[in-house]
């Protein structure tokens, strides 16, 4: 029989994306999966700060429960300083990092980089054993930016530790809970009179471009056309104006604003027939994912994270060359309107190698392989 071990999870942003991994993850797992967790605010702070008050949670669990098997801490923490205040209760127990994002390539407002997060993300790579990213793109991109940026700090004396570093790179997909969905193709709602509903399921601040959404929609007002809006999503930290103008402009168009209930998005995601995007920033793409699972049509950049979340047979309908998204989206309202069918079945059925029943076993046999190589040490 397969080792089953006792996982302590440790999330420093407990919402959103991060939290859904989190109970996912210990829902479906083989392995006892206990989390300690801080709430989802201040996510800058959480990655500076939460160390401290993580490590009273972690110090406290151990004096309840006893020392686990091993720690997966998802990526918004400092780990190296995290396990630093717990050494005397978490001894040298094997560290998993899961890498939702990666401060080195995170867009700011200046476009320059946050050397004080990258450098601490940096050095929690230096204090894992394995580090998880969610997508090959989001792997690769940290390998090709890691050298230039260490490079460039005031003593380059950290480069000869790259190469160890690097070997601990590992692929791992955010799993999704798609065990709601039954057969997509006799599920679907009918296409509305209405028009197309179009889907955006993503944060309104600017990495995600929601101005190129609003020009888009304008473009097809101007040419007579007319869609559905559901409009999902966080406003996030620093929403864009675009979100308020797409609400003033589009009143008419739109049939549901966020934030919705598990259930309410749901039921969104069944009647959506098209999924958007136009972002300048994404390492995986969860609620493209699930939105495409339900059966919505995908326009997606050809680019970033989603080139591997599409396979090739439906990547030239899926995914627009730069620059074109308000063509893409045009493309996409008039075949919907024409066919009255979204997806094709075989591209929702696709998405099911993200489901937590293809994604648990995988990372629990991970999880096992490092406690057995720590065991023979």
Same mark, same amino acid.
């Given at each position: 029989?397969?080792?089953?071990?006792?996982?302590?999870?440790?999330?420093?942003?407990? +919402? +959103?994306?991060?939290?859904?991994?989190?109970?996912?993850?210990?829902?479906?797992?083989?392995?006892?999966?206990?989390?300690? !967790?801080?709430?989802?605010?201040?996510?800058?702070?959480?990655?500076?700060?939460?160390?401290?008050?993580?490590?009273?949670?972690v110090?406290?669990?151990?004096?309840?429960h006893?020392?686990?098997?091993?720690?997966?801490?998802?990526?918004?923490?400092?780990?190296?300083?995290?396990?630093?205040?717990?050494?005397?209760?978490?001894?040298?127990?094997? %560290?998993?990092?899961?890498?939702?994002?990666?401060q080195?390539?995170? #867009?700011?407002?200046? +476009?320059?980089?946050?050397?004080?997060?990258?450098?601490?993300?940096? =050095?929690s790579?230096?204090?894992?054993?394995?580090?998880?990213?969610?997508?090959?793109?989001?792997?690769?991109?940290?390998?090709?930016a890691?050298?230039?940026?260490?490079?460039?700090?005031p @003593?380059?004396? =950290?480069?000869?530790?790259?190469e160890?570093?690097?070997?601990?790179?590992?692929?791992?997909?955010?799993?999704?809970?798609?065990?709601?969905?039954?057969?997509?193709?006799?599920?679907?709602?009918?296409?509305?009179?209405?028009?197309?509903?179009?889907?955006?399921?993503?944060?309104?601040?600017?990495?995600?471009?929601?101005?190129?959404f609003? +020009?888009?929609?304008?473009?097809?007002?101007? !040419?007579?056309?007319?869609?559905?809006?559901?409009?999902?999503?966080?406003?996030?930290?620093?929403?864009?104006?675009?979100?308020?103008?797409?609400?003033?402009?589009?009143?008419?168009?739109?049939?549901? %604003?966020?934030?919705?209930?598990?259930?309410?998005?749901?039921s969104?995601?069944?009647?959506?027939?098209?999924?958007?995007?136009?972002?300048?920033?994404?390492?995986?793409?969860?609620?493209?994912?699930?939105?495409?699972?339900?059966?919505? !049509?995908?326009?997606?950049?050809?680019?970033?994270?989603?080139?591997?979340?599409?396979?090739?047979?439906?990547?030239?309908?899926?995914?627009? #060359? @730069?620059?074109?998204?308000?063509?893409?989206?045009?493309?996409?309202?008039?075949?919907?309107?024409?066919?009255?069918?979204?997806?094709?079945?075989?591209?929702?059925?696709?998405?099911?190698?993200?489901?937590?029943?293809?994604?648990?076993?995988?990372?629990?046999?991970?999880?096992?392989?490092?406690?057995?190589?720590?065991?023979?040490v």
């Amino acid at each position: 029989m397969t080792q089953k071990l006792s996982v302590l999870l440790v999330e420093p942003w407990f +919402g +959103g994306s991060h939290r859904q991994w989190a109970e996912g993850y210990a829902a479906a797992s083989r392995h006892r999966v206990e989390i300690v !967790s801080l709430p989802a605010v201040a996510w800058r702070w959480r990655l500076r700060g939460g160390a401290a008050p993580l490590a009273q949670k972690v110090e406290q669990y151990v004096a309840d429960h006893g020392r686990p098997d091993i720690v997966l801490v998802s990526g918004l923490v400092d780990v190296a300083q995290l396990f630093g205040l717990t050494r005397r209760s978490l001894g040298g127990l094997p %560290v998993v990092i899961m890498q939702h994002e990666s401060q080195l390539l995170y #867009p700011t407002p200046t +476009g320059a980089v946050d050397t004080d997060s990258a450098l601490r993300n940096w =050095q929690s790579w230096l204090a894992a054993d394995l580090v998880l990213f969610n997508s090959d793109y989001h792997r690769r991109a940290i390998e090709a930016a890691l050298p230039p940026f260490l490079a460039g700090q005031p @003593e380059p004396d =950290q480069l000869p530790m790259l190469e160890t570093v690097l070997g601990r790179f590992e692929t791992m997909p955010i799993g999704l809970d798609l065990a709601w969905l039954d057969d997509v193709a006799s599920t679907r709602t009918p296409l509305d009179p209405g028009g197309p509903t179009v889907l955006w399921p993503h944060r309104w601040e600017a990495d995600k471009s929601p101005e190129v959404f609003l +020009g888009a929609l304008r473009r097809l007002r101007e !040419s007579d056309r007319r869609v559905r809006l559901v409009l999902a999503g966080d406003t996030g930290a620093s929403p864009s104006t675009a979100r308020a103008a797409i609400l003033e402009e589009f009143d008419d168009w739109t049939v549901a %604003v966020g934030p919705f209930s598990t259930g309410e998005y749901r039921s969104h995601l069944r009647r959506a027939d098209i999924v958007v995007s136009c972002a300048d920033h994404e390492f995986f793409g969860v609620g493209v994912a699930e939105a495409i699972a339900a059966g919505a !049509s995908p326009v997606l950049p050809n680019r970033l994270a989603y080139p591997e979340l599409v396979e090739r047979p439906w990547r030239s309908e899926a995914l627009y #060359p @730069e620059r074109t998204f308000a063509s893409a989206l045009t493309a996409a309202v008039d075949r919907v309107s024409a066919t009255g069918h979204a997806v094709d079945d075989g591209l929702a059925r696709s998405m099911q190698r993200f489901s937590w029943s293809t994604i648990a076993p995988r990372l629990d046999a991970c999880l096992a392989g490092m406690v057995s190589r720590s065991d023979s040490v």
